[in-house]
């Protein structure tokens, strides 16, 4: 009997980690909030993301950085980006120290096998690479963007290669070789697609649709770049189900920063690399059939920073030792339980040297946007005025005086960390 009970002790970790979801996680770049038909595009044709979006959980107020490089660090770590030393897209400004704990490193501590196929974008040489920071199964390019996306050279686990076709293709495939090859095990894929970034390049079936409708050339690029990222997330999906694994899948969409570029962005204001809805606020949609069974819109305020804790409970996986968390777990939101859910301040910032970093900024409460784009502070009433039109500090000279405060507090707790040597 005493044997008996060992051998079923010895199988428990075995069941538990079987019954783990898989997580995969798909990133666009420079896809704005308007960049789908769902958030009202009245020219783009984005099927699969529509209907994910629509029979999931969909947030309608997710935030990221003004930038793509401190986005992907603070999706990977649960830190504001400024934490991690990454302030920028170039120059060695974009290297996430070594000694910070990644998503992938947590999962991959529980028995999950990692890999990222596209842009890593958060170091570009040993020990800064995607490699050294938890992932199993490496490809893609590392710098933040690619002069070429037909027919590029890439690498694969630190060797370069040259597969034929259009890059976002060439990631899907290669993103769903991994789940094929990895399918009988938990996997964490990160899809980390390089586009619409610039260059402005798609295949002709694509692009001609929209120049049809008399759009700008880059324009028409850009929504063709969108929409085949629409046909590969579709692909994907269908592939999950062909292999009977979107059930205990955890499927997690969103974009990087605002658009590049003056378009349709469901009227908001600012663009990527400002501080204003615009440059920040992105479509993010979650599905995990096994457990949120009925689609769901949240209302409440989220961010990047929200999705390393929300995935370590989705995924039953302990906190590793890291350095505090910025984040929270999203779970309540996800599971409808909103009564309780804090009015918490989100900061922006990515810079932390130069003049620009001491005369910009911005805190998103549910409510209110404060902004300083250089000229000074100003305080939007985001519900009544979501395309921030109005200055409303002189009328609210109390609660622009307390997320004034609140800012500063932030980035004097987050400065000195911000400035720390990286190796």
């Known amino acids: ?15 538990v980690s079987a019954a783990r979801p898989n997580v995969l996680v798909i990133l666009a770049d420079d896809q704005g909030y308007g960049d789908l038909g769902l958030h009202g595009n009245p020219y783009i044709k984005t099927p699969n993301l529509d209907r ?3 029979n999931n959980i969909q947030f309608e107020h997710f935030y990221v950085s003004p930038v793509c490089a401190p986005t992907r660090a603070s999706f990977l770590t649960g830190r504001y980006s400024l934490r991690t030393g990454v302030e920028g897209v170039a120059r060695g400004e974009e290297r996430m120290r070594t ?23 958060n170091g570009g040489y040993f020990p800064d690479i995607a490699e050294a ?24 686990n630190g060797q370069p290669v040259t597969p034929k076709g259009y890059t976002a293709d060439v990631f899907t ?25 610039s260059p402005f390049q798609v295949a002709d079936k694509y692009f001609d649709h929209y120049k049809g409708l008399g759009l700008p050339d880059w324009v028409a690029c850009v929504y063709g770049m969108c ?27 969103f974009s990087d920063n605002g658009p590049a570029g003056a378009r349709y962005n469901a009227g908001m204001r600012g663009l990527k690399g400002t501080f204003h809805e615009g440059g920040t606020r992105e479509p993010f949609f979650l599905s995990w059939p096994a457990r949120f069974k009925a689609p769901r819109k949240v209302s409440q305020i989220a961010a990047h920073i929200d999705l390393f804790p929300t995935l370590l409970e989705l995924c039953d996986v302990a906190k590793p030792k890291t350095r505090p968390l910025d984040g929270v777990s999203l779970v309540p939101l996800l599971e409808g339980r909103t009564n309780d859910w804090p009015d918490r301040p989100l900061f922006c910032q990515h810079l932390f040297s130069g003049p620009r970093s001491k005369k910009s900024g911005a805190v998103r409460t549910q409510q209110y946007r404060l902004v300083n784009d250089g000229p000074g502070w100003k305080l939007f009433d985001m519900v009544h005025d ?25 980035w004097a707790d987050v400065l000195p960390e911000a400035q720390k040597p990286k190796d």
Not at 99 to 121: C, D, N, P, Q, S
Not at 228 to 253: F, P, S
Request: glycine letters at 6%.
């Open 386 to 410: 979501p395309g921030e039109t109005t200055d409303v500090t002189a009328q609210q000279p109390e609660t622009a005086q307390k997320l004034i405060a609140a800012y500063k507090n932030w």
């Open 52 to 54: 994910f979006a629509t």
């Open 1 to 15: 009997m005493k044997r008996l009970l060992c051998h079923l002790l010895l199988l428990v970790p075995l069941v």
């Open 133 to 156: 920071q938890g992932f199993d199964d490496v490809f893609g390019f590392n710098c933040g963007h690619w002069n070429n996306y037909f027919n590029s050279t890439l690498t694969h």
């Open 227 to 253: 929409e085949n990222i629409d046909a590969n997330v579709g692909r994907v999906l269908a592939k999950l189900d062909e292999w009977k694994l979107r059930t205990n899948t955890i499927v997690i969409y």
């Open 99 to 121: 000694e910070e704990v990644t998503i992938a490193e947590a999962l991959h501590g529980a028995g999950y096998r990692t890999g990222i196929f596209g842009k890593w974008h």
């Open 173 to 197: 495939d290669a993103a769903l070789d991994f789940i094929k090859a990895n399918r009988k095990q938990p996997f964490f894929c990160y899809l980390a697609f390089n586009t619409p970034h």
